[in-house]
């Protein structure tokens, strides 16, 4: 079995409203639900945003300690699900399926080394 890391890309900006977000945040909890029941959850977390990040980078002797995201940009990593499936197939299913639940967010599927 390989492990694969589904991160969701959202744009930079306020959350959206309840509204909006309770019924996705549902879908996402019955998606983590089917998940755990076929044996495929490993780990999943949403991350604060981008301007909270510290940044540490060796230069050298020298160590640059910044706040702020590594990199600008309109979007940003919002979170990620780890899964543990037999092959990419097994993967991209479970990654179309949060892609409907989290459309128009992106959603990109990297194997672990």
């Known amino acids: 079995m390989k492990q694969y890391l589904l991160s969701i890309y959202q744009p930079d900006g306020p959350a959206p409203e309840p509204s909006v977000l309770e019924p996705i ?14 044996g495929s ?44 499936v037999e092959d990419l197939d097994e993967a991209l299913v479970w990654a179309r399926k949060l892609a409907r639940i989290l459309d128009p967010l992106s959603v990109e599927v990297r194997p672990f080394a």
């Open 41 to 84: 959850w490993v780990f999943a977390a949403g991350l604060h945003p981008p301007e909270s990040a510290t940044v540490l980078r060796a230069a050298g002797d020298e160590l640059l300690v910044t706040d702020g995201p590594f990199t600008e940009g309109k979007e940003h990593l919002g979170g990620f699900t780890v899964i543990q």
């Open 25 to 38: 945040m549902k879908n996402l909890a019955n998606f983590t639900e089917e998940l755990r029941e076929a």
